[in-house]
């Protein structure tokens, strides 16, 4: 039963693929619907690779100029549902790499600190001993 709802999610999100080409188009949406309602009656989470051609608030398909606006901000991906306004935000890069590329940084941020604290210490010293032949 779990295989016939994921085919029927697959059949139902070719069908709006198909009907998201025509310009006003009404049946994708309602295609996109039927293939949340099957996969909530089945337990069938809808797969990654579609998740992306709907809006989550409204249901309706996404193309993109006529329904969805998308923009990069940051580090993420900005769309949104030009039906409903509802803001969908996807990070470019995987987190593992995001949280380790700080650390590295920070890392070579604490370096030139530490060469700039040495540095006036030198040149105290040099001061000090610049400044004990005046004293004589
Ligand atoms: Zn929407």
Redesign the pocket.
């Known amino acids: 039963m779990v295989q016939a709802a994921r085919s029927r999610i697959d059949d139902l999100f070719g069908l709006a693929m198909i009907e998201g080409l025509k310009r006003p188009a009404p049946l994708a949406d309602r295609y996109v619907v039927l293939a949340r309602s099957v996969g909530t009656r089945y337990n069938v989470r809808i797969p990654p690779e579609y998740r992306e051609l709907y809006?989550r608030?409204?249901s309706?398909y996404w193309t993109e100029g006529r329904t969805v606006r998308s923009r990069l901000r940051g580090a993420h991906r900005v769309r949104t549902?030009l039906?409903?306004?509802?803001v969908q935000r996807t990070p470019l890069r995987p987190r593992a790499t995001a949280s380790g590329e700080p650390a590295e940084s920070v890392r070579l941020g604490e370096v030139p600190q530490s060469m700039l604290a040495e540095e006036p210490t030198d040149l105290d010293e040099e001061a000090a001993e610049l400044g004990s032949p005046d004293e004589e």
């Open positions: 809006c608030g409204c309706s549902c039906v409903c306004g509802r």
